[in-house]
């Protein structure tokens, strides 16, 4: 989570952002156009015993999240680990969906942005590996991830800093292929992730690990091999190496980051290194 004040229980500069925010936000919305949680204010009567507002809500729910997956969330669930009535809690977020999207966002407000000087593989490999480790802190947001976009602040700030990286950069001048570019990283980070964190919760469910896990598997494969219907397959398994998690992970990301550079200046990114 972001680090908050200790008395406002804010982020020190949230406030006023917050704020200039709210009066933009009201000078260009339509009349009548609903309000998304991101602009809705939250309620200001806090004299009861138990004190709330929307990050404490979300961090309620987060350490659930966390502790077992998305299923353990619910608005009751949330309001019996804080103590409250459910209907209180309906007072800062009106769906289960809303929960969900402040829980998002507090995931990419982990995910700090890459250096001012940073060129753009180096921001793009930045922004992923973060996302990365966020999503291991916090499985269940890999579930969350894909389809569209999430429009909280520090998710569109994440957005924003990925096309960031790209524009002005040479052959990056088309809003096009800077879409296109981050969208290609985008599908890929997703796709790793997903992987990764699936393989994690095999390895739980059947206490079994990856490596174990082959050679288990690793009779019935030599058999199906010894058929010479799956030459390339069985080349790859007995001759590849078997990189850790993280490195296999940045080979594929540079394979990509290759693919997409307008210039052709491909690092040669070797596996496992």
Do not use: C
């Amino acid at each position: 989570m972001v680090e908050r004040d200790g008395a406002a229980g804010r982020h020190p500069a949230e406030d006023a952002a917050r704020e200039a925010d709210q009066h933009e936000a009201d000078d260009v919305r339509d009349a009548g156009e609903p309000l998304l949680v991101w602009e809705r204010p939250e309620p200001t009567d806090r004299a009861v015993p138990i004190w709330l507002d929307r990050d404490r809500i979300v961090r309620a729910a987060i350490a659930l999240a966390d502790a077992d997956g998305l299923a353990a969330v619910s608005v009751r669930k949330v309001a019996a680990k804080l103590d409250a009535g459910p209907m209180r809690l309906y007072r800062y977020v009106a769906t289960k969906e809303e929960l969900l999207d402040l829980m998002v966002d507090a995931v990419y407000a982990e995910i700090h942005p890459p250096g001012p000087g940073d060129d753009w593989r180096a921001a793009l490999r930045t922004l992923a590996r973060r996302t990365r480790q966020a999503a291991l802190r916090h499985e269940w947001f890999a579930d969350l991830l894909g389809g569209r976009p999430h429009l909280g602040p520090y998710a569109l700030a994440h957005l924003e800093a990925s096309l960031a990286a790209l524009h002005g950069s040479p052959g990056f001048d088309n809003p096009d292929t800077v879409r296109d570019a981050v969208g290609a990283v985008r599908a890929y980070l997703v796709g790793a992730i997903r992987m990764e964190i699936a393989e994690r919760r095999v390895e739980r469910a059947d206490g079994m690990t990856e490596r174990e896990w082959q050679h288990a598997t690793r009779p019935y494969l030599t058999r199906m091999f010894a058929t010479g219907r799956y030459p390339t397959l069985a080349w790859v398994v007995d001759d590849a190496t078997h990189p850790s998690p993280a490195a296999t992970f940045d080979t594929g990301l540079d394979l990509l980051l290759d693919a997409i550079d307008p210039a052709g200046h491909a690092e040669g990114h070797r596996p496992g290194s």
